[in-house]
């Protein structure tokens, strides 16, 4: 199963811009590179997905690097509520997946 | 409120004991899955039935039986656990199985054995 790379954890200041990396070097062509985050007793929320084109909807933007091996989560003004656990994991059409051990995003008033 | 309720929210049980948890989603979707989520592991893909068919399981031991009656609905049948299957069991669903569609997740039910 394709694997996913993320730091341990990141820390941002309110109302500024986050950039959450990750690096899937050994990612297929069938790989859809998607995003999830968790909050504390709570189950994981989807944020976004992708395949190859940048991607973009209400909560975040994706930006796909051209050889697809690496990815970043970009929440454009970030509030108290965004912080939590980041996943970015590879599913593919079969179902095969790796959940790593995610982000831990602390956001500063 | 993600449109996925899992009942009970919590449960205790002991070793002989038989339960079910169960999943239920209003969204319309055609596929569901059941993760299990221990502390400070990966979550896990146990199960997943795309149109009521089965079509994973990621090698899961026998004393965790899904059940998937119709689309909506989602059953994991427990017996004979072990403490080790103590963790956080997740439900989710998606308009299809597969890459190309984003998952919704219910709240998860605790389970602990013991």
Known sequence: DAKTTQPNSMESNEEEPVH?????????GTDYIHWYRQLPSQGPEYVIHGLTS??????????IAEDRKSST?????????DAAVYYCILLDNFNKFYFGSGTKLNVKP | ??????????????????KSLKCEQHLGHNAMYWYKQSAKKPLELMFVYN?????????VPSR????????????LHLHTLQPEDSALYLCASSP????????YFGPGTRLTVT
């Not at chain 1, 959450?20 to 297929?28: E, G």
């Not at chain 2, 965790?64 to 059953?75: T, V």
């Open chain 2, 51 to 59: 149109f009521k068919e089965q079509t994973e399981n990621n090698s």
């Open chain 1, 20 to 28: 959450l990396p990750c690096n899937h070097s050994t990612i297929s």
């Open chain 2, 64 to 75: 965790f039986s899904p059940e998937c009656p119709n689309s909506s609905h989602l059953f």
């Open chain 1, 54 to 63: 940048n991607v973009n909807n209400r909560m975040a933007s994706l930006a």
């Open chain 2, 1 to 18: 409120e993600t449109g996925v309720t899992q009942t009970p929210r919590h449960l205790v049980m002991g070793m002989t004991n038989k």
């Open chain 2, 96 to 103: 299809q199985a597969g890459g190309s569609y984003e998952q």
């Open chain 1, 73 to 81: 989560l970009i929440l454009h003004r970030a509030t108290l509520r």
